[in-house]
Each structure stands twice: as structure tokens, then as C-alpha cells.
Nanobody
């Protein structure tokens, strides 16, 4: 599975962005796909994830109510709608994919084998 992110950019605080992650190669029904982010000098952290077959979603507490993850199985594409952006949301955002992840492991970046190249999100105050 190869992953390509798009949709990053610069926005003022309170604004919105929509990220996309297109997967080439077949994403099997058992896969989990997720969004992670890494700010300069910080560790990569979980943002959101979705189970490809069921659509069950997971969110970090810091983005609940502001971000929404979704997927289009026909297009092999995952999305992250980011609203009410804050300066602390600024980071490089990565999409990731892994097969058959236990719910307890969905938030762990080390459990994912497939990663995109990242897309920069900048939020100015």
C-alpha cells in the first residue's frame, strides 16, 4: 500500500482545511487507516483513525469535536476535515495504514507499517 497526502496549507486560527490520503493498491477490509501529526521538535502523535470496513472512528481528545475523519472506499481515499484550527494544530500531518489493529493499538504510531510522505499544516494566530 502506498499513501499520498494532499490538502495541507496555511490558514488563520479558526479556519478550516481538508486533508486527503489516497491509497494505491488495494486497501483490504480489515485495514485501519489513521492520521498522525508531528510538530517541530515533538514526537509524532495520533490524531484520528478509521476502520476501513466498518467506518468506526477514533479521535485524540485534543481534536474531538473539531476534526472529522472519513473514507471513500470506492476511491481508496481517506479524509480529515479540520475545523476551528488552533496554532497548536500546526504540524506535518501523515496518513498511515495497517491491517487488523486491536482498538488498544490504533493510537500507537509504531503499530503502522505504511506511511505517506506528510503534508504541512500551518496555523497562524
Amino acid at each position: 500500500v502506498q499513501l499520498v497526502e494532499s490538502g495541507g496549507g496555511s490558514v488563520r486560527a479558526g479556519g478550516s482545511l481538508r486533508l486527503s490520503c489516497e491509497a494505491s493498491g488495494r486497501v483490504f477490509s480489515g485495514y485501519v487507516m489513521g492520521w498522525f501529526r508531528q510538530a517541530l521538535g515533538k514526537e509524532r502523535e495520533f490524531v484520528a483513525a478509521v476502520r476501513w470496513a466498518s467506518g468506526v472512528t477514533y479521535y485524540a481528545d485534543s481534536v474531538k469535536g473539531r476534526f472529522a475523519i472519513s473514507r471513500d472506499t470506492a476511491k481508496n481515499t481517506m479524509y480529515l476535515q479540520m475545523n476551528s484550527l488552533k496554532p497548536e494544530d500546526a504540524a506535518v500531518y501523515y496518513c498511515a495504514a495497517e491491517s487488523t489493529l486491536h482498538p488498544d493499538l490504533v493510537m500507537q504510531p509504531g503499530e503502522y507499517d505504511y506511511w505517506g510522505q506528510g503534508t504541512q499544516v500551518t496555523v497562524s494566530s
